[in-house]
């Protein structure tokens, strides 16, 4: 297959394997005591990566040459349920944490629904799709668009109902108050509902909502857009095709991918990748 470059979008870039590699449960060992040489976690790992990259059915996997399709799935459901994509994930933000890369002073928050043909846990008729089967993804990022949160529901789930568990789902420690204030938090209109504007000021941050029939109004010189941010990190996640079109029936193994790739994100942004 040729020389595989350290990062060429399809295999796990060695820095970024050097942050998952320790994350991994120890491996079990085998009943009978004797089989077939494993595969190695690296070649499973960027399996899972083409899965998630290219949107591939898992069979696929046994014409790439990477790992079988029944290796790297089978690997795939323990990491999964060793939580092994959500602590990346979570390392990455610690990361940033530490280097004050995120910033906490303006977040935004917003949702994206995208098809999930086979249906599944966490998911529903799409109302803006003729009523086929979708799954909405409710996403948090700070100011620069590190993902901070995210959550699932079905495609008809009203995006107000998923405020509280976004917030709610933080996957690193969020800063007091006396240190950083405010805390804008920044949403369009769909969330301008009273309730809305009171759970922000209960949670002690400071909302920024577009309001119903506002007009859009120019901004006045030197002040800067702040929402736009998590409709690129929605962007991003769309260019995972796993993630562009749920095929996951399991509502923890379309988590998952997006863990990973929310993981990429974040490490990505810290600068691990360049």
Not at 17 to 29: D, F, G, H, S, V
Not at 166 to 172: G, I, N, V, W
Not at 229 to 254: D, M, P, Q
Request: contains cysteine.
């Amino acid at each position: 297959m040729g020389v595989i470059k350290d990062d060429d979008g399809w295999r796990l870039p060695d820095r970024l394997w050097a942050q998952m590699e320790p994350l991994l449960p120890p491996r079990k060992p085998h009943p009978l005591g004797c089989h077939n040489p494993r595969v190695s976690d690296r070649a499973a790992m960027d399996a899972i990566l083409f899965v998630l990259r290219t949107g591939c059915q898992w069979n696929a996997l046994n014409g790439t040459g990477i790992c079988s399709s029944s290796s790297a799935h089978r690997r795939f459901q323990e990491w999964v349920d060793a939580g092994v994509f959500e602590e990346f994930w979570m390392q990455g933000l610690l990361n940033a944490a530490a280097l004050r890369e995120i910033n906490w002073s303006w977040l935004a928050l917003d949702g994206a629904m995208t098809k999930a043909p086979l249906g599944g846990e966490k998911s529903g008729p799409n109302p803006t799709d003729r009523g086929k089967s979708g799954v909405k993804r409710s996403l948090l990022t700070d100011g620069q668009g590190i993902p901070l949160a995210i959550v699932i529901d079905g495609a008809n789930r009203h995006d107000m109902k998923l405020v509280r568990p976004t917030l709610e789902a933080l996957e690193t420690e969020r800063p007091s108050l006396l240190v950083v204030w405010p805390q804008g938090l920044c949403m369009d209109k769909g969330y301008d509902y009273a309730e809305i504007w009171q759970l922000a000021v209960d949670l002690g941050y400071r909302p920024h909502i577009r309001s119903h029939g506002e007009e859009k109004q120019k901004r006045k010189a030197g002040q800067r857009a702040h929402r736009w941010v998590v409709e690129r990190t929605h962007s991003w996640l769309n260019r995972f095709r796993g993630l562009l079109i749920r095929w996951a029936k399991k509502a923890k193994n379309y988590l998952a991918f997006l863990h990973l790739a929310c993981g990429i994100i974040t490490w990505r942004i810290i600068g691990l990748l360049g």
